[in-house]
C-alpha cells in the first residue's frame, strides 16, 4: 500500500520530467545526427552488413537506454571515449541512466519514475521485484544465438540451470533476465610449507592428519622462536572452516561462493546443510580442535587475517584472488611475504571425508547481476544490445576497451599477463572519465581471466580441476521470499550456534535438538518449505 502512494507520487514527478526532457531530447539527437554523418565510413559498413535486412540507405543511430555498472557510483559521460566508441561501432545513441544497479532504491525509483531502459543491469537479490511488475520483455533463445552466440554459450556454461529456473519460459524458450557472473573458484586453504618442514610433517591428506598438522603448529614450535605462540588456523566465519566442511559432504557459504547449499535426504526432502546430521560432525571436530588448542582462542577477532600475516596462525582458507600476489599487492597475503621472506606455502589439496569418502563441492554460479531488456524496448534495440554485449566477449580489443581502455595509452600488461592502469587512468573519477567498465559483461574466459587476475588464476583453475563437483539443487540467484524475509534471523541463530559450540561454550550433540527447534522456529521451517517447493513444482515439473 505505501508502495504504491509513493508510486503514485512519482508519477506526477515523472509526468513533469518527462515533459522536461521531452524537449531536451529532441535537441540531443539533432546534434547526434549531425555527429553522425561525418562517422559514415562506420555506418556504411553497418549497412553493408544489414544489407539482407532491410534496404535503408541512412540508417539512424538506435537510440538505446542503458542501466550499467557506474565504479564508485560515478557514470560515463555521454562525450567519454568508450561511449563514443560504442556509439560509432555499433550505429546506436547511447543515453547513459544515472541510476546505480547496486542501489535498490534508485532503481525502484527509476522504474516508479515510469522511466524504462532498454539495457537493465540488477542485483541478484532484486530480480523478484522486476519480474512482478513486469518491467522486462522477454528475449527468445533463438535471437540470443543468433545475434550473441558466445554470450548464449558463456551464459549456459556458467548458469547451466537457467533454463531450469524463474527467469526463463521453457515452453516459449524466451529468458526474461540473463544472469552474469561466472562459476567461482572455491576458496582456497593455504599451508605454511615451512612450518611443515620444520615440524617434520608433510601436507595433510585426511582428517586425522590435518588434525596431527594443527596439533605439531600448536605444539611444537613451527617458527622456531622457542616459544609457545603459535597455533593451526582461527575461525570467526564460515571462511575458516570451508574446505573443512566439504569433507563433511557439503558446503559452507564463504566469500564469493556465497549460497546456502541444500541436501536432499534420504526422505527426498531439501535440507539447507546447516541442520543436516554432517554439519553437526563438522562442528564436533572443529570444536574438538579448538578444546585442544589448536585454533586462535578469539573467535571475536575482527581483522584475523593479520594472524597469518604476522605468523601466529600457519593455516589459512580465503578467496582465490587474495593468493594472487600480483593482483592484491598489498594485501594480507603478499604481506606475509614481506614480513617474512622465509615463509613459503602451498594450496591444501582437498581433505579425504570423514567417512572415507571424497571432499564434496558444490559447483555455484554467482550471478553477480541480472541483464534484462526493458518491456518498451524494440526488437531492433534488443539485437544492437546483444552485439554490443558479443562484441566485447570476442574481440579482444573491444573487450579492453570496455574493460580499461586502450593498451599502452590507458593500461599495460605485465610479467604476470595482468593489465596495470597507467597512470591514474584506475581512479574511479577517471574511470568515469573514460567510460571503461559501466558497459561490462562479467563472463570472462582465458586470456580475458589472466588480463584481470594474472597467470596465478590459470594454475588455481587448473588445481581446482581435479574437484569433486556437485550440481548445486537450488540455482544461483533463484528467488526464495522466505529467505528475504527470515534469512537474517535464521542466520543469526546459525552463527551463535557455530560460534558457541565451537568454543566449547555449548556442547553439540546437548544442544542440537535445542538449536534445530530454534532454527525451524525463526523461520527456517517457511524457508525450507518454499525451497522443497521451489525444487520439486517449479524447478522439475515433470
Ligand atoms: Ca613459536
New binding site residues.
Given amino acids: 500500500m505505501k508502495r504504491r502512494a509513493i508510486s503514485l507520487l512519482l508519477l506526477l514527478v515523472l509526468v513533469l520530467s518527462v515533459a522536461l526532457t521531452g524537449c531536451g531530447t529532441n535537441s540531443t539527437s539533432n546534434t547526434n545526427n549531425n555527429t553522425n554523418t561525418s562517422g559514415s565510413n562506420d555506418s556504411g559498413k553497418q549497412n553493408a552488413d544489414n544489407a539482407g535486412d532491410k534496404t535503408v540507405v541512412d540508417e539512424k543511430p538506435v537510440p538505446i537506454k542503458w542501466v550499467g555498472n557506474p565504479t564508485g557510483g560515478l557514470y560515463p559521460d555521454d562525450n567519454s571515449l568508450v561511449v563514443k566508441e560504442i556509439e560509432k561501432r555499433f550505429n546506436v545513441d547511447i543515453q547513459v541512466m544515472k541510476a546505480n544497479s547496486n542501489k535498490p532504491e534508485e532503481m525502484n525509483l527509476l522504474f516508479a519514475s515510469g522511466e524504462i531502459p532498454d539495457h537493465i543491469l540488477i542485483r541478484a537479490a532484486d530480480i523478484n521485484m522486476i519480474l512482478e511488475e513486469g518491467l522486462v520483455r522477454g528475449v527468445s533463445e533463438d535471437m540470443l544465438k543468433e545475434y550473441a552466440p558466445t554470450y548464449y554459450e558463456r551464459v549456459l556454461e556458467n548458469h547451466p540451470y537457467v533454463t531450469n529456473s524463474v527467469v526463463y519460459d521453457a515452453e516459449k524458450k524466451v529468458f526474461y533476465a540473463i544472469p552474469q557472473g561466472m562459476g567461482e573458484l572455491f576458496p582456497f586453504t593455504v599451508i605454511r610449507t615451512d612450518w611443515l618442514e620444520k615440524v617434520g610433517a608433510k601436507m595433510p591428506t585426511n582428517l586425522e592428519e590435518f588434525e596431527e598438522i594443527c596439533r605439531l603448529f600448536t605444539e611444537e614450535?613451527?617458527?622456531?622462536?622457542?616459544?609457545?605462540?603459535?597455533y593451526a588456523f582461527s575461525v570467526t566465519n564460515n571462511y575458516d572452516v570451508y574446505n573443512l566442511a566439504a569433507t563433511y559432504g557439503f558446503s559452507l557459504p564463504g566469500g564469493v561462493v556465497k549460497d546456502e547449499s541444500y541436501i536432499k535426504g534420504s526422505d527426498g526432502r531439501l535440507r539447507r546443510a546447516e541442520v543436516t546430521e554432517g554439519y553437526k560432525e563438522l562442528l564436533k571436530y572443529v570444536s574438538r580442535l579448538y578444546s585442544k588448542g589448536y585454533i586462535y582462542p578469539d573467535v571475536t577477532i575482527k581483522d584475523d587475517e593479520a594472524l597469518f600475516t604476522d605468523g601466529v596462525v600457519g593455516i589459512k582458507t580465503f578467496d582465490s584472488t587474495y593468493f594472487i600476489i600480483s593482483y592484491r599487492p598489498k594485501d594480507w597475503f603478499a604481506l606475509t611475504f614481506k614480513k617474512n621472506p622465509n615463509a613459503k606455502t602451498e594450496y591444501m589439496r582437498p581433505l579425504k571425508g570423514y567417512n572415507g569418502e571424497e571432499a564434496v563441492y558444490e559447483y555455484q554460479s554467482s550471478v553477480w547481476r541480472w541483464q534484462c531488456f526493458g518491456k518498451n524496448t524494440t526488437d531492433e534495440q534488443v539485437k544492437k544490445i546483444l552485439q554490443i554485449i558479443e562484441a566485447q566477449l570476442v574481440d579482444m580489443e573491444f573487450h579492453n576497451l570496455i574493460w580499461r581502455g586502450i593498451e599502452g595509452e590507458h593500461f599495460t600488461v605485465d610479467e604476470s599477463g595482468m593489465a596495470i592502469a597507467v597512470g591514474d587512468w584506475g581512479n574511479n573519477e577517471k574511470i568515469a572519465e573514460l567510460g571503461t567498465r559501466f558497459f561490462i559483461c562479467n563472463l570472462r574466459v582465458g586470456e580475458q581471466r589472466t588480463l584481470a587476475w594474472g597467470r596465478e588464476s590459470k594454475v588455481q583453475r587448473e588445481f581446482q580441476e581435479s574437484y569433486n563437483v556437485v550440481e548445486q539443487l537450488i540455482p544461483s540467484g533463484t528467488p526464495i521470499a522466505a529467505k528475504t524475509e527470515y534469512g537474517a534471523d535464521v542466520e543469526k541463530i546459525e552463527k551463535e550456534f557455530f560460534l558457541n559450540t565451537i568454543t566449547g561454550v555449548w556442547d553439540v550433540e546437548a544442544e542440537w535438538d535445542n538449536y534445530l527447534a530454534r532454527w525451524y522456529k525463526a523461520g527456517g521451517q517457511k524457508i525450507e518449505d518454499e525451497v522443497n517447493d521451489i525444487y520439486y513444482n517449479k524447478l522439475h515439473k515433470n
Fill in positions: 614450535d613451527p617458527d622456531g622462536n622457542g616459544k609457545k605462540d603459535t
